[in-house]
């Protein structure tokens, strides 16, 4: 198989602008993923900085509703509240080996934009952070988090003005600034290297789940359940049980308002082979092949795409693709906090949403990914 594609998934479809920077990229990742000492200062920072491992959390009450054992992998108690550092510490990291100036990054629900702005302030990189009008609006504490940690935030205000827009914006500043920025991508889709390399960072997380559901319950689970937007939380955590085929591995999609074009985000249920942002992938098409609007309660899950890799796993069905509605995930948003007293961000919801849905054989065990916490969605939430 070439190493770019997963099957016919994947690729490096960008102008000629943007092939020596990939193929830079490709070759220092390549040299540093397998340095002892790169990947030991990648994980001292980590541990020191982010607070890994995160706990693996036996879900009593919520077990004891579905009759079956549940774990919460807790990403929400890595520092700036979402797995998102897992993959901005490891690439400002390889940045700063290249000999970068700037990091340049694309952001939805505000989570990545935080993130990587955390990492620049970290490592004393300017951060320069693209981000789509409406989004700015719907995740204002972000945007301050952002401008407090000495990033400059970037509202785009062309086309729906939301994550598609924003990667837009930043692949054309890229374009023009090159040699001396480096494109911080903040999920496991993009051209060749970047689905590999988001993938090779926050594989942390399922390597962690696999040591800590050993410890605990001495075999593996039975489900791993992850939502779905880019899916770099999903591959994160899926990676590691890929191999083993007696794992049900669930991919939580946006179901939106519901399973009609322009009002959901369901990309592996409902999408079409297209090119968008420098792969092939799946996407939500019209018949003409145009980018349709979508929708989805979690601003992080409201692109039109998914990773290649994972069109790839649904194709092959090796995971499961599901799509849960808003008024789904609202429910579980709060089911999930009154049965464990752990808010989640409306994007793991939407895995906690397909756990609540489901029967289950007594003495499954399940994992979800809580791939960040829910304050930044108080506002959404209140009221419904």
């Given at each position: 198989?070439?190493?770019?594609?997963?099957?016919?998934?994947?690729?490096?479809?960008?102008?000629?602008?943007?092939?020596?920077?990939?193929?830079?990229?490709?070759?220092?990742?390549?040299?540093?993923?397998?340095?002892?000492?790169?990947?030991?200062?990648?994980?001292?920072?980590?541990?020191?900085?982010?607070?890994?491992?995160?706990?693996?959390?036996?879900?009593?009450?919520?077990?004891?509703?579905?009759?079956?054992?549940?774990?919460?992998?807790?990403?929400?108690?890595?520092?700036?509240?979402?797995?998102?550092?897992?993959?901005?510490?490891?690439?400002?990291?390889?940045?700063?080996?290249?000999?970068?100036?700037?990091?340049?990054?694309?952001?939805?629900?505000?989570?990545?934009?935080?993130?990587?702005?955390?990492?620049?302030?970290?490592f004393n990189i300017p951060v320069k952070v693209f981000m789509g009008a409406e989004d700015v609006k719907r995740q204002a504490l972000n945007v301050f988090k952002m401008k407090l940690l000495g990033a400059e935030v970037v509202p785009?205000?062309?086309?729906?003005?939301?994550?598609?827009?924003?990667?837009?914006?930043?692949?054309?500043?890229?374009?023009?600034?090159?040699?001396?920025?480096?494109?911080?991508?903040?999920?496991?889709?993009?051209?060749?290297?970047?689905?590999?390399?988001?993938?090779?960072?926050?594989?942390?997380?399922?390597?962690?789940?696999?040591?800590?559901?050993?410890?605990?319950?001495?075999?593996?689970?039975?489900?791993?359940?992850?939502?779905?937007g880019g899916g770099s939380n999903a591959m994160g955590i899926f990676n590691t049980f890929i191999p083993n085929k007696k794992i049900r591995l669930i991919a939580c999609e946006a179901g939106g308002r519901q399973l009609r074009p322009?009002?959901?985000?369901?990309?592996?249920?409902?999408?079409?082979?297209?090119?968008?942002?420098?792969?092939?992938?799946?996407?939500?098409?019209?018949?003409?092949?145009?980018?349709?609007?979508?929708?989805?309660?979690?601003?992080?899950?409201?692109?039109?795409?998914?990773?290649?890799?994972?069109?790839?796993?649904?194709?092959?069905?090796?995971?499961?693709?599901?799509?849960?509605?808003?008024?789904?995930?609202?429910?579980?948003?709060?089911?999930?906090?009154?049965?464990?007293?752990?808010?989640?961000?409306?994007?793991?919801?939407?895995?906690?949403?397909?756990?609540?849905?489901?029967?289950?054989?007594?003495?499954?065990?399940?994992?979800?990914?809580?791939?960040?916490?829910?304050?930044?969605?108080?506002?959404?939430?209140?009221?419904?």
């Amino acid at each position: 198989m070439n190493r770019k594609y997963y099957g016919e998934f994947g690729g490096q479809y960008v102008p000629e602008v943007f092939m020596p920077a990939l193929e830079e990229l490709e070759h220092s990742f390549r040299h540093y993923k397998d340095s002892d000492a790169f990947r030991s200062e990648y994980r001292r920072i980590l541990a020191d900085f982010g607070g890994r491992p995160t706990p693996l959390t036996f879900a009593e009450h919520l077990s004891h509703l579905k009759r079956c054992r549940i774990y919460l992998k807790r990403e929400d108690l890595l520092h700036t509240g979402a797995h998102k550092l897992n993959n901005t510490v490891g690439q400002a990291l390889l940045a700063l080996k290249m000999k970068k100036k700037e990091l340049i990054a694309e952001t939805g629900a505000g989570q990545h934009g935080v993130s990587v702005a955390t990492a620049g302030a970290y490592f004393n990189i300017p951060v320069k952070v693209f981000m789509g009008a409406e989004d700015v609006k719907r995740q204002a504490l972000n945007v301050f988090k952002m401008k407090l940690l000495g990033a400059e935030v970037v509202p785009v205000k062309k086309g729906q003005r939301t994550l598609k827009d924003a990667i837009n914006e930043a692949f054309r500043y890229w374009s023009s600034h090159v040699k001396t920025s480096y494109y911080l991508l903040g999920s496991v889709m993009g051209p060749y290297p970047y689905p590999e390399i988001v993938k090779y960072f926050q594989s942390i997380i399922g390597q962690e789940v696999q040591s800590q559901i050993l410890k605990a319950e001495q075999r593996l689970p039975d489900y791993i359940v992850a939502c779905v937007g880019g899916g770099s939380n999903a591959m994160g955590i899926f990676n590691t049980f890929i191999p083993n085929k007696k794992i049900r591995l669930i991919a939580c999609e946006a179901g939106g308002r519901q399973l009609r074009p322009q009002l959901h985000s369901a990309t592996l249920n409902k999408g079409r082979l297209g090119v968008l942002h420098g792969m092939k992938t799946l996407l939500l098409t019209d018949r003409f092949g145009q980018i349709e609007k979508v929708h989805s309660i979690a601003p992080g899950l409201d692109y039109p795409g998914v990773g290649p890799e994972l069109s790839f796993l649904a194709r092959t069905k090796r995971i499961e693709p599901v799509s849960i509605n808003d008024d789904e995930a609202v429910k579980a948003f709060k089911v999930l906090s009154r049965k464990t007293g752990i808010i989640p961000a409306l994007e793991s919801a939407h895995a906690v949403a397909w756990v609540l849905k489901s029967r289950f054989k007594p003495g499954n065990i399940a994992v979800i990914n809580i791939s960040g916490r829910g304050d930044k969605d108080l506002n959404t939430v209140h009221g419904l």
